[in-house]
Protein backbone atom coordinates (compact mmCIF):
# COMPACT_ATOMS: atom_id res chain seq x y z
CA UNK A 1 0.00 0.00 0.00
CA UNK A 2 1.30 3.22 -1.39
CA UNK A 3 1.55 6.18 1.94
CA UNK A 4 1.76 9.58 2.15
CA UNK A 5 4.88 9.67 3.32
CA UNK A 6 6.32 7.31 0.19
CA UNK A 7 5.65 10.65 -2.14
CA UNK A 8 6.76 13.45 -0.10
CA UNK A 9 8.40 14.94 2.63
CA UNK A 10 5.52 15.23 5.30
CA UNK A 11 7.95 18.00 6.78
CA UNK A 12 8.15 20.22 3.37
CA UNK A 13 4.54 19.37 3.29
CA UNK A 14 2.67 21.18 6.50
CA UNK A 15 5.45 23.54 5.45
CA UNK A 16 3.38 24.14 2.35
CA UNK A 17 0.57 24.10 4.16
CA UNK A 18 1.35 26.45 6.79
CA UNK A 19 2.31 28.79 4.10
CA UNK A 20 -0.78 28.54 1.99
CA UNK A 21 0.68 27.04 -0.90
CA UNK A 22 -1.41 23.35 -0.41
CA UNK A 23 -4.59 23.22 1.06
CA UNK A 24 -5.53 19.64 2.94
CA UNK A 25 -9.80 19.64 2.93
CA UNK A 26 -11.23 16.62 5.37
CA UNK A 27 -14.32 15.31 3.81
CA UNK A 28 -16.93 15.57 5.84
CA UNK A 29 -18.11 12.61 8.32
CA UNK A 30 -14.93 10.79 7.49
CA UNK A 31 -10.58 11.10 7.82
CA UNK A 32 -10.46 11.21 4.74
CA UNK A 33 -8.43 14.54 2.97
CA UNK A 34 -8.07 15.82 -0.26
CA UNK A 35 -4.71 17.62 -1.02
CA UNK A 36 -4.47 20.39 -3.37
CA UNK A 37 -2.41 23.68 -4.49
CA UNK A 38 -3.74 26.68 -3.64
CA UNK A 39 -4.06 29.77 -6.34
CA UNK A 40 -1.14 31.46 -4.23
CA UNK A 41 0.83 28.63 -5.10
CA UNK A 42 0.00 28.93 -8.94
CA UNK A 43 -0.04 32.50 -8.91
CA UNK A 44 3.55 32.83 -7.31
CA UNK A 45 4.91 29.87 -9.19
CA UNK A 46 5.65 27.63 -6.18
CA UNK A 47 6.29 24.32 -7.82
CA UNK A 48 8.12 21.61 -5.52
CA UNK A 49 7.57 18.19 -5.19
CA UNK A 50 4.93 18.61 -3.13
CA UNK A 51 3.04 21.69 -4.88
CA UNK A 52 2.69 19.76 -8.21
CA UNK A 53 1.87 15.94 -6.47
CA UNK A 54 -1.28 17.49 -4.50
CA UNK A 55 -3.58 18.52 -7.65
CA UNK A 56 -6.02 16.28 -5.67
CA UNK A 57 -4.26 13.41 -4.13
CA UNK A 58 -6.76 11.60 -1.96
CA UNK A 59 -5.23 10.07 1.76
CA UNK A 60 -6.99 8.35 4.06
CA UNK A 61 -7.05 8.16 7.90
CA UNK A 62 -3.99 6.23 8.01
CA UNK A 63 -2.20 8.27 5.54
CA UNK A 64 -2.50 5.47 2.56
CA UNK A 65 -3.03 6.94 -0.69
CA UNK A 66 -6.90 6.50 -2.04
CA UNK A 67 -6.35 8.04 -5.48
CA UNK A 68 -3.37 9.57 -7.56
CA UNK A 69 -4.17 12.12 -10.05
CA UNK A 70 -2.03 13.87 -12.69
CA UNK A 71 0.99 15.94 -11.18
CA UNK A 72 0.70 19.50 -12.34
CA UNK A 73 1.81 19.88 -16.02
CA UNK A 74 1.88 23.46 -17.29
CA UNK A 75 1.07 24.68 -20.68
CA UNK A 76 3.32 23.62 -23.64
CA UNK A 77 4.95 26.83 -24.35
CA UNK A 78 6.36 26.88 -20.73
CA UNK A 79 7.20 23.18 -20.79
CA UNK A 80 10.84 22.80 -20.16
CA UNK A 81 12.87 19.83 -21.85
CA UNK A 82 10.41 18.53 -24.30
CA UNK A 83 11.29 15.40 -25.35
CA UNK A 84 12.92 15.49 -29.17
CA UNK A 85 11.89 12.23 -30.54
CA UNK A 86 9.57 9.56 -29.78
CA UNK A 87 6.30 8.82 -30.41
CA UNK A 88 3.45 11.39 -28.90
CA UNK A 89 -0.23 11.36 -28.52
CA UNK A 90 -3.34 14.28 -28.14
CA UNK A 91 -6.48 13.96 -26.05
CA UNK A 92 -9.02 16.06 -26.40
CA UNK A 93 -9.25 18.75 -23.46
CA UNK A 94 -12.55 18.70 -22.32
CA UNK A 95 -13.77 22.00 -20.50
CA UNK A 96 -14.93 20.73 -17.31
CA UNK A 97 -13.32 20.02 -13.60
CA UNK A 98 -11.10 17.07 -12.90
CA UNK A 99 -12.67 13.90 -11.01
CA UNK A 100 -11.00 11.90 -9.63
CA UNK A 101 -12.13 8.32 -8.69
CA UNK A 102 -11.44 6.94 -4.67
CA UNK A 103 -13.33 4.60 -2.67
CA UNK A 104 -14.71 4.89 0.67
CA UNK A 105 -16.66 4.02 3.50
CA UNK A 106 -19.97 4.05 1.68
CA UNK A 107 -18.55 2.92 -2.24
CA UNK A 108 -17.17 4.70 -5.24
CA UNK A 109 -16.98 8.62 -5.07
CA UNK A 110 -15.98 11.24 -7.09
CA UNK A 111 -13.87 14.44 -5.62
CA UNK A 112 -12.62 17.81 -7.73
CA UNK A 113 -9.40 18.27 -6.92
CA UNK A 114 -10.32 21.32 -4.50
CA UNK A 115 -12.93 20.16 -2.41
CA UNK A 116 -14.76 16.52 -1.62
CA UNK A 117 -17.85 18.13 0.11
CA UNK A 118 -18.72 20.90 -2.94
CA UNK A 119 -21.28 20.34 -5.22
CA UNK A 120 -19.31 19.75 -8.09
CA UNK A 121 -18.00 16.62 -6.56
CA UNK A 122 -21.72 15.58 -4.78
CA UNK A 123 -23.12 15.75 -8.67
CA UNK A 124 -20.37 13.79 -10.06
CA UNK A 125 -20.45 11.10 -7.43
CA UNK A 126 -24.20 10.90 -8.06
CA UNK A 127 -23.97 10.47 -11.64
CA UNK A 128 -21.46 7.77 -11.68
CA UNK A 129 -23.13 5.83 -9.10
CA UNK A 130 -26.49 5.93 -10.93
CA UNK A 131 -25.37 5.46 -14.22
CA UNK A 132 -22.00 3.21 -13.93
CA UNK A 133 -22.56 1.84 -10.37
CA UNK A 134 -21.89 -1.55 -11.78
CA UNK A 135 -18.77 -0.75 -13.60
CA UNK A 136 -15.72 -2.03 -10.97
CA UNK A 137 -12.79 0.37 -11.30
CA UNK A 138 -9.16 -1.79 -11.38
CA UNK A 139 -7.23 -2.12 -8.52
CA UNK A 140 -4.44 0.10 -7.01
CA UNK A 141 -5.52 2.47 -10.46
CA UNK A 142 -6.89 5.96 -10.16
CA UNK A 143 -9.34 6.82 -12.47
CA UNK A 144 -9.45 10.26 -13.93
CA UNK A 145 -12.55 12.00 -15.15
CA UNK A 146 -13.42 15.24 -16.80
CA UNK A 147 -17.08 16.40 -15.13
CA UNK A 148 -19.44 18.21 -17.87
CA UNK A 149 -22.28 19.14 -16.11
CA UNK A 150 -24.72 22.01 -17.56
CA UNK A 151 -24.27 24.03 -14.26
CA UNK A 152 -20.52 23.73 -14.79
CA UNK A 153 -20.66 25.43 -18.45
CA UNK A 154 -16.84 27.05 -18.50
CA UNK A 155 -16.43 28.71 -22.21
CA UNK A 156 -16.95 25.39 -24.73
CA UNK A 157 -20.91 24.90 -24.87
CA UNK A 158 -21.79 21.30 -24.50
CA UNK A 159 -25.56 21.80 -24.24
CA UNK A 160 -27.24 19.61 -22.16
CA UNK A 161 -24.71 16.93 -21.80
CA UNK A 162 -23.87 15.11 -18.28
CA UNK A 163 -21.20 12.86 -18.25
CA UNK A 164 -17.93 12.00 -16.48
CA UNK A 165 -15.52 11.71 -19.68
CA UNK A 166 -12.54 9.03 -19.10
CA UNK A 167 -8.70 10.80 -18.95
CA UNK A 168 -6.77 9.01 -17.75
CA UNK A 169 -6.18 5.89 -15.18
CA UNK A 170 -2.93 6.51 -13.28
CA UNK A 171 -1.37 3.63 -11.33
CA UNK A 172 -1.21 4.70 -7.43
CA UNK A 173 2.24 3.65 -6.61
CA UNK A 174 4.65 4.73 -9.52
CA UNK A 175 2.38 7.59 -10.62
CA UNK A 176 2.58 6.02 -14.41
CA UNK A 177 0.10 6.15 -16.81
CA UNK A 178 -1.16 2.61 -17.44
CA UNK A 179 -4.02 1.21 -20.30
CA UNK A 180 -7.80 2.45 -19.80
CA UNK A 181 -10.23 -0.20 -18.70
CA UNK A 182 -11.59 -1.61 -21.51
CA UNK A 183 -14.26 -1.85 -19.61
CA UNK A 184 -15.44 1.61 -18.72
CA UNK A 185 -18.91 2.26 -20.54
CA UNK A 186 -19.15 5.77 -20.59
CA UNK A 187 -17.16 8.54 -22.77
CA UNK A 188 -13.46 8.45 -23.53
CA UNK A 189 -11.03 11.51 -24.56
CA UNK A 190 -10.44 10.76 -27.95
CA UNK A 191 -6.43 10.18 -27.99
CA UNK A 192 -4.76 10.41 -31.26
CA UNK A 193 -1.18 9.97 -32.54
CA UNK A 194 0.53 13.24 -33.42
CA UNK A 195 4.15 12.32 -34.06
CA UNK A 196 6.20 13.91 -36.61
CA UNK A 197 4.66 16.93 -36.77
CA UNK A 198 0.62 16.06 -36.75
CA UNK A 199 0.06 18.03 -33.33
CA UNK A 200 0.26 21.63 -35.93
CA UNK A 201 -2.10 20.27 -38.28
CA UNK A 202 -4.27 18.77 -35.60
CA UNK A 203 -3.90 22.45 -34.01
CA UNK A 204 -5.16 24.33 -37.54
CA UNK A 205 -7.93 21.53 -37.77
CA UNK A 206 -9.73 22.29 -34.50
CA UNK A 207 -9.35 26.06 -34.86
CA UNK A 208 -11.34 25.68 -37.85
CA UNK A 209 -14.54 24.20 -36.19
CA UNK A 210 -14.20 25.88 -32.60
CA UNK A 211 -15.82 25.41 -29.80
CA UNK A 212 -13.17 23.17 -28.04
CA UNK A 213 -10.47 23.93 -25.45
CA UNK A 214 -7.53 22.22 -27.03
CA UNK A 215 -5.74 19.28 -26.45
CA UNK A 216 -3.33 17.70 -23.46
CA UNK A 217 0.14 16.21 -25.00
CA UNK A 218 1.86 13.61 -23.63
CA UNK A 219 5.10 11.57 -24.62
CA UNK A 220 4.49 8.46 -23.83
CA UNK A 221 7.65 7.33 -22.97
CA UNK A 222 8.65 9.58 -20.43
CA UNK A 223 5.33 10.09 -19.40
CA UNK A 224 5.23 14.43 -19.52
CA UNK A 225 2.31 15.71 -20.03
CA UNK A 226 1.61 19.35 -21.63
CA UNK A 227 -1.83 21.48 -22.24
CA UNK A 228 -2.10 23.09 -25.73
CA UNK A 229 -5.32 25.81 -25.73
CA UNK A 230 -7.24 27.03 -29.11
CA UNK A 231 -6.64 30.35 -29.73
CA UNK A 232 -10.31 31.17 -30.06
CA UNK A 233 -10.45 29.46 -26.49
CA UNK A 234 -8.39 32.13 -24.63
CA UNK A 235 -9.84 34.83 -26.53
CA UNK A 236 -13.51 33.89 -24.70
CA UNK A 237 -11.68 32.56 -21.99
CA UNK A 238 -10.07 36.23 -21.06
CA UNK A 239 -13.52 38.02 -22.58
CA UNK A 240 -15.78 35.77 -19.75
CA UNK A 241 -13.42 35.68 -16.71
CA UNK A 242 -11.01 39.00 -17.14
CA UNK A 243 -13.83 41.69 -17.63
CA UNK A 244 -14.92 43.07 -13.95
CA UNK A 245 -16.53 46.19 -13.02
CA UNK A 246 -12.79 47.96 -13.27
CA UNK A 247 -12.23 46.83 -17.45
CA UNK A 248 -15.77 48.32 -17.83
CA UNK A 249 -15.00 51.28 -16.03
CA UNK A 250 -11.52 52.00 -17.91
CA UNK A 251 -13.32 51.55 -21.17
CA UNK A 252 -16.37 54.17 -20.44
CA UNK A 253 -13.57 56.26 -18.62
CA UNK A 254 -10.93 56.08 -21.73
CA UNK A 255 -14.26 56.75 -24.40
CA UNK A 256 -14.53 53.38 -25.71
CA UNK A 257 -18.16 50.97 -25.99
CA UNK A 258 -17.01 48.68 -23.04
CA UNK A 259 -19.55 45.93 -25.04
CA UNK A 260 -17.59 46.03 -28.60
CA UNK A 261 -16.87 42.81 -29.93
CA UNK A 262 -18.98 40.69 -27.54
CA UNK A 263 -21.66 39.81 -30.11
CA UNK A 264 -21.06 36.26 -29.18
CA UNK A 265 -21.22 36.57 -25.62
CA UNK A 266 -25.04 37.67 -24.92
CA UNK A 267 -25.08 36.77 -21.24
CA UNK A 268 -21.63 38.79 -20.75
CA UNK A 269 -22.82 41.85 -23.24
CA UNK A 270 -25.88 41.80 -20.85
CA UNK A 271 -23.99 42.23 -17.48
CA UNK A 272 -21.36 44.84 -19.23
CA UNK A 273 -23.60 47.07 -20.35
CA UNK A 274 -25.82 46.83 -16.86
CA UNK A 275 -22.64 47.72 -15.14
CA UNK A 276 -21.76 50.22 -17.59
CA UNK A 277 -25.03 51.84 -17.28
CA UNK A 278 -24.92 51.86 -13.70
CA UNK A 279 -21.45 53.65 -13.81
CA UNK A 280 -22.71 56.29 -16.46
CA UNK A 281 -25.26 56.60 -14.25
CA UNK A 282 -23.17 57.33 -11.48
CA UNK A 283 -20.78 59.77 -13.65
CA UNK A 284 -24.08 61.60 -14.77
CA UNK A 285 -24.94 62.63 -11.52
CA UNK A 286 -21.32 63.45 -10.30
CA UNK A 287 -21.25 66.50 -13.13
CA UNK A 288 -24.98 67.09 -12.24
CA UNK A 289 -24.12 68.06 -8.92
CA UNK A 290 -21.07 70.25 -9.65
CA UNK A 291 -22.61 72.14 -12.72
CA UNK A 292 -25.65 72.58 -9.45
CA UNK A 293 -22.52 74.05 -7.17
CA UNK A 294 -20.97 76.16 -10.60
CA UNK A 295 -24.45 77.34 -11.54
CA UNK A 296 -25.57 78.53 -7.43
CA UNK A 297 -22.24 81.05 -7.35
CA UNK A 298 -23.65 84.76 -6.80
CA UNK A 299 -22.36 87.45 -9.18
CA UNK A 300 -19.91 88.74 -6.11
CA UNK A 301 -19.12 84.98 -5.78
CA UNK A 302 -18.40 84.77 -9.76
CA UNK A 303 -16.06 88.27 -9.82
CA UNK A 304 -14.03 87.45 -6.63
CA UNK A 305 -12.59 83.44 -7.24
CA UNK A 306 -11.59 83.73 -3.69
CA UNK A 307 -14.90 83.40 -2.50
CA UNK A 308 -16.54 80.77 -5.17
CA UNK A 309 -13.41 78.85 -4.37
CA UNK A 310 -14.49 78.61 -0.43
CA UNK A 311 -18.08 78.03 -1.86
CA UNK A 312 -16.44 75.06 -4.54
CA UNK A 313 -14.14 73.63 -1.92
CA UNK A 314 -17.33 72.88 0.77
CA UNK A 315 -18.78 70.89 -2.28
CA UNK A 316 -18.86 67.31 -2.91
CA UNK A 317 -17.23 67.23 -5.79
CA UNK A 318 -14.63 70.32 -6.14
CA UNK A 319 -12.43 69.50 -9.02
CA UNK A 320 -15.38 68.72 -11.08
CA UNK A 321 -16.90 72.14 -10.14
CA UNK A 322 -13.42 74.11 -10.77
CA UNK A 323 -12.84 72.55 -14.27
CA UNK A 324 -16.92 73.89 -14.86
CA UNK A 325 -16.41 76.64 -13.76
CA UNK A 326 -12.86 77.64 -16.04
CA UNK A 327 -15.00 75.92 -19.15
CA UNK A 328 -13.08 72.74 -19.14
CA UNK A 329 -15.78 70.42 -19.90
CA UNK A 330 -13.93 67.71 -20.54
CA UNK A 331 -11.33 67.73 -17.97
CA UNK A 332 -14.36 68.04 -15.21
CA UNK A 333 -16.02 64.62 -16.93
CA UNK A 334 -12.29 63.03 -16.53
CA UNK A 335 -12.71 64.12 -12.58
CA UNK A 336 -16.04 62.67 -12.44
CA UNK A 337 -14.47 59.33 -13.87
CA UNK A 338 -12.06 59.40 -11.43
CA UNK A 339 -14.72 59.82 -8.73
CA UNK A 340 -16.93 57.12 -9.81
CA UNK A 341 -14.23 54.29 -10.37
CA UNK A 342 -14.96 51.06 -8.46
CA UNK A 343 -13.72 50.88 -5.41
CA UNK A 344 -13.58 47.17 -5.59
CA UNK A 345 -13.02 44.50 -8.40
CA UNK A 346 -15.97 42.32 -9.31
CA UNK A 347 -15.65 39.74 -12.30
CA UNK A 348 -18.23 38.61 -14.37
CA UNK A 349 -17.06 34.65 -13.69
CA UNK A 350 -14.53 34.04 -10.97
CA UNK A 351 -11.53 32.32 -12.46
CA UNK A 352 -11.97 27.95 -12.56
CA UNK A 353 -10.07 26.16 -9.93
CA UNK A 354 -8.85 23.75 -12.78
CA UNK A 355 -7.26 26.92 -14.82
CA UNK A 356 -4.88 27.84 -12.17
Known sequence: MTRLSDLLDLDALDGMITAGYITRRPLAGSRISVYNYTAKAA??????????????????????????????????????????????????????????????????????????????SEAATSLFRQRYGSFAPPGGVTLLFEIVLPENHIVVDYGDLRELVLLAAIEIESGRDVELPGDWPGAVAERRDV???RLERLLEEAEATGNREGFVVRWPESGMRAKVKLDEYRQRHRMLFCTSTKTVWESLAAGRDPSDGLDREAELAAWVRAEADALKGAHT????????????????????????????????????????????????ADAAWRIVRPGATRFFRDQPDDDL
Open 285 to 332: SVMEEARLTVGALEASELAERREAAARINASRYPAVAFNLLDGRVERA
Open 43 to 120: YKGVWTPETRRCRGLVVGEGGEILARPFEKFFDLSQTEDVPSAGPIEASEKWDGSLGILYERADGWAITTRGDPNGWQ
Open 195 to 197: SGG
